[in-house]
């Protein structure tokens, strides 16, 4: 049976697999708009099991606090869709796991939800890796459609991972 995900989407995963084993990184997912995609899309690649350690769907706020310990206050401060949340979210996906690395994607899929400030589309990732710096980026993908922003949403976290990884 072939993947549900797109070919070229599976064959890059499969690329960071061979990576991160190279490398012997274990990696953990928190995710909230893509609700467990990234880690879905990893374990469609056989030996994904050598590489990842856990994923965490973190899609309300309450989860995201009580599961991979984001401040609430920060959740009030800034909004659940925001830099700050993404990396508060990778961060504590790397403190509640054996992963060396973490991606955090959180944002609106759409069609509803959005605001003039947090439109459709507008999705916040960051990737954290052990003693390193963590990275975020912030994706303004339009109102493409859930499933669009879902997926181009695994393609942008798979790219930081696949980066923060580094040959």
Known sequence: MSSVFPEDLTSRATSLINLLRSKQLMLATAES???????GLMTSVSGSSDVLDCGFVTYS?????????????LIAEHGAVSTEVARAMAQGALAHSSADIAVAVTGVAGPGGGTATKPVGLVHCAVA??????RTRVLLLGDIGRERVRLETVRAAVEMVYEIAGP
């Open 61 to 73: 706020n309450a989860a995201k606090t009580r599961l991979i310990g984001v401040p609430s206050e």
């Open 129 to 134: 890796r052990r003693e390193r710096p963590t």
């Open 33 to 39: 708009c893509t609700g467990g995609l990234i880690a």
